[in-house]
C-alpha cells in the first residue's frame, strides 16, 4: 500500500480573528490548489479527452468562442499554454447528527478536459481543495458580513497561493502522457450563487456582483458598467485613506 502512488495531501489550518470572537474555532480543511490541478491534468485516464491548444469556433463565419483564449495564449512564452482553472462552490450540510456543521465545499477542475467528460459524475474530473468555514462572529450584525468576507478572500489566498504564482509565472507540469509541459493556471470561470458572488466581488448585499448597479438601479432597463477588480481595488485603497482597516 505505501508504494501506491500518492494524491494530493489534506491540510488543517486554524484561522486566528484577532480581537473578534467566534462562536467556534475556525479551521480551513484544504487541498493546495496547484497540487490538485497537477494531479487532474496528468491523470493519464483523460489522455485522449484534453486539449492544448485553444481554438476558435465560428458560426456563419463569425466568432462565437475563443476569442479570449486566444489573446491570452499570444501573450505567453514560446512553447507555453494555459491550463484554465474552473472552480464551483455551494454551502452544504456536512453534517447531520453531529451539530448540523455548514461549510461552504470548493471543487477544482481543467477546462483542458472535453466538457461532455467533465460533466459527468463518473469521470471524477472535480477535486474537492477545500471546505471553506462559515464563521458566526460574536457582534453586531452589520459587520459579521464584512468579517466573513475578510476570512473567506483570507482562506482563499491560503488555498490558492501556489497556483496564482503558477498563473503569473508558469510551472512545469506533467501531462497525461508523461510529458513535461510549460503551463500557466488563469482563473476561467467561478460558478456560486449570489451570496457567495457577492464575497467574491468585494460587494454589499444590495450591489450587483457583475456590474456598478444598486439595488435601486436593478430593473431600470440601463446598462451599467462591468465591475472590474481594478474598480474595487481603488475603492478599497480610498477608503482606507479615511478608515483604519
Known sequence: MDALPK????????IH???YITTHPVNLIWHDALEVMQHIFGNAVFANDMEFD???????????????MSCQQDQL??????????????KTLVTCQTGMFKMHPMFLTTANIHSDI????????????????ILQFVCHPDFCLLLQACVWHWCIDIICEN???????GTNIVDPSGHLCYMFTPLITYTANLPEQQIIACVSKNASPITLATQSQFGNGMLYPPCHGDITIQALHELCQCVDP
Not at 512564452?77 to 455551494?90: F, H, Q
Not at 467533465?118 to 468555514?133: E, F, G, L, Q, V
Not at 497556483?163 to 509565472?169: F, M, N, P, S, V
Open 7 to 14: 494524491g494530493p495531501k489534506w491540510h488543517c489550518t486554524t
Open 17 to 19: 480573528t484577532d480581537s
Open 54 to 68: 485553444p481554438y476558435e469556433i465560428q458560426v456563419n463565419r463569425e466568432r462565437e468562442y475563443g476569442e479570449w
Open 77 to 90: 512564452p514560446p512553447g507555453a499554454t494555459i491550463v484554465p482553472i474552473v472552480l464551483v462552490s455551494d
Open 118 to 133: 467533465r460533466m459527468k459524475a463518473t469521470s471524477h474530473a472535480w477535486s474537492c481543495i477545500a471546505y471553506m468555514p
Open 163 to 169: 497556483l496564482k504564482i503558477a498563473a503569473a509565472t
